[in-house]
C-alpha cells in the first residue's frame, strides 16, 4: 500500500494517473472550494472517494499534516528515460539528474523547482537515493504527480547513454573552475546534482562534460542542495529565454 497526502499531490495524481489510487479518503467535516477540486479530479478519473474521521487519515498518513486528504494506492509508476526525451517540453533537452539525493524534503523541493523552471524530467538511481514518497510528493507540492521522472540503475552508464544522444552533461561541484553561470545552457544538457554532504560521486564527476560551482561569498562553505538546483535551473531558464526573446530580463 503506497499513502499520497495534501490536496495538490493528490489532484495531481488523479490527473496524471502515473500512480494506481484505490480510493482518496477525505475529512468529513471537510467541503470546500479546494476538497471539492480533489471531488472533480477523483470523478474524472474514476477514483472512489470516501469521507472519513480525520483520526483515520492521520493514521493512514502517518502525520497530521495531509489537510484532510489521503490517497491510498499502489506505488508511483516511474517514467522510461527514451519516453521523456522523446517528449520534450522546449527547443533543447533540460534534465535533472540526481546523484545520491536521501533527504525526501530535498527531492520533493528540487522536484517542484524543476517542474516550475520547465524541465523535462527527473532522473533518480535506484540505490541510495530517496523514493517518490508521499512525503517527497507533499513537498513538490504534487510537481512529483505531473513532472516525469525515471529511475536507473547506473547513473555514470546513463551519463554516458545521453551524451551519446547529444545531451551535454554539466555536473555541480564546488570543486568546478567554471562558475555556474558562465556555461552557454543553449543546447540540450542536464544537470547533475550531487548527495547532500557528499557531493557527486567520482565516477559520475568524471563523466561530467562541464563542472561548475556556485561562488560562496560568506562563511558557510556550501548550499542545500534544494537550493543551489534552483540557483542553476533559473540560470538556464534566463539564457534560454534570453535567447529566445533578446528583451527578456
Known amino acids: 500500500m503506497d499513502i499520497l497526502y495534501g490536496i495538490n499531490p493528490v489532484v495531481e495524481a488523479a490527473k496524471s494517473q502515473r ?3 484505490d480510493y482518496v479518503a477525505i475529512a468529513r467535516e471537510r467541503a470546500d472550494r479546494r476538497v471539492q477540486q480533489v471531488i472533480d ?11 472519513v474521521p480525520r483520526e483515520e487519515l492521520n493514521r493512514l498518513a502517518a502525520t497530521a499534516n495531509h489537510q484532510g486528504v489521503v490517497a491510498v494506492g499502489r506505488s508511483k509508476r ?9 517528449r520534450r517540453r522546449g527547443e533543447y533537452t533540460f534534465l535533472v539528474l540526481l546523484d545520491g539525493v536521501e533527504d525526501p524534503h530535498n527531492l520533493g523541493a528540487i522536484i517542484r523547482t524543476a517542474e516550475s523552471a520547465g524541465a523535462d ?3 533518480i538511481p535506484e ?3 530517496a523514493n517518490v514518497t508521499g512525503t517527497v510528493a507533499k513537498a513538490s507540492a504534487g510537481a512529483s504527480e505531473s513532472l516525469p521522472i525515471a529511475r536507473v540503475t547506473n547513473m555514470a552508464r546513463t551519463i554516458e547513454q545521453l551524451k551519446e544522444r547529444n545531451v551535454w552533461v554539466v555536473g555541480l561541484d564546488e570543486r568546478g573552475e567554471q562558475t555556474y553561470d558562465q556555461v552557454d545552457y543553449k543546447m540540450n544538457c542536464a544537470l547533475v546534482l550531487g548527495a547532500e554532504g557528499h ?23 556550501s548550499l542545500n542542495v534544494s537550493v543551489a538546483a534552483g540557483v542553476v535551473l533559473y540560470e538556464i531558464v534566463r539564457q534560454r529565454r534570453q535567447s529566445a526573446n533578446p528583451k527578456a530580463k
Open 199 to 221: 557531493g557527486l560521486h567520482e565516477l559520475v564527476r568524471k563523466k561530467c562534460d562541464f563542472l561548475v560551482s556556485i561562488p560562496m561569498l560568506g562563511s558557510v562553505p
Open 127 to 129: 540505490r541510495r537515493s
Open 19 to 21: 500512480r494506481s489510487i
Open 78 to 86: 516511474y517514467d522510461d528515460l527514451d519516453d521523456i526525451l522523446a
Open 41 to 51: 479530479a477523483c470523478r474524472a478519473a474514476g477514483i472512489s472517494v470516501r469521507f
Open 121 to 123: 524530467g527527473i532522473v
